[in-house]
C-alpha cells in the first residue's frame, strides 16, 4: 500500500496511527477530503514541514490527529486541537523537547512560521498547533506540569512561558523561581 504524502517529509499515517486506538477497535483514519485533512494539510505546510527545513533532522509525530472517540479514551478535552487536525505532539531527533520547543520560538521570531499554541508538555514532547482560521493565531508558549495533590491525582497546570519543569512546577505552586 502507497503512503499519502502530505508535504516532501510528512504522510498521513503520521498522524493517523494510535497504540490506543488499536487496541480498543477505534477506527482513527481520516478522510482526504474535508475540513479536517484541509487542517492537516495546513498545519504539515506552514508549520511542520518549516520547522524540519529549519532544523535539517526528522521531526517525528507521537500523537497527530485523533477522532473524538479516541480523544476522549485517552482522557482527552473535547476541544482539543487534535481532533479538528490543527495539532501535533513531535519531538526532534538529536535535540530535547526543550532545545526544540526554543528553536521553534526562535522561528516565530524570525517571522518564519505562525503558530497557535506551542506547549513543553510535561518536559517529554512539543505540543504545536496551526490557528483554526489565518491570522488569529494566538502565540501561547506554555509548559505544561503535574502539580501533586493529596489523594488525588497530579493536577495538569500550564504555565506561560518556557520553563524546566522544576521551575514550572514551583510557578504552579506559587513559590519563587
Known sequence: MQRHQ???????????????????????????????YANLRRLCRDVLQPI???LGVTVSVS????CLALNRKIGGADSS???????????????????LARDIVDLKMRR?????????????????STPSRSGFERSEILTAVKVPRKFRKPKT????????????????????V
Open 157 to 176: 497546570v500550564y504555565v506561560r512561558g518556557l520553563h524546566t519543569q522544576e521551575d514550572a512546577l514551583k510557578i504552579a505552586q506559587g513559590r519563587a
Open 52 to 54: 524540519r527545513n529549519y
Open 112 to 128: 518564519e512560521i505562525n503558530f497557535d499554541q506551542l506547549i513543553l508538555e510535561f518536559g517529554q514532547w512539543v505540543h504545536i
Open 6 to 36: 502530505i508535504t516532501n517529509d510528512f504522510y498521513l499515517d503520521e498522524f493517523t496511527r494510535s497504540q490506543t486506538a488499536a487496541r480498543h477497535g477505534i477506527d482513527n483514519s481520516l478522510s482526504v477530503s474535508g475540513p479536517t
Open 63 to 66: 500523537s497527530g490527529y485523533r
Open 81 to 99: 486541537q487534535h481532533v479538528p487536525a490543527l495539532a501535533a505532539d513531535i519531538n526532534a531527533a538529536g535535540k530535547t523537547p526543550m532545545e
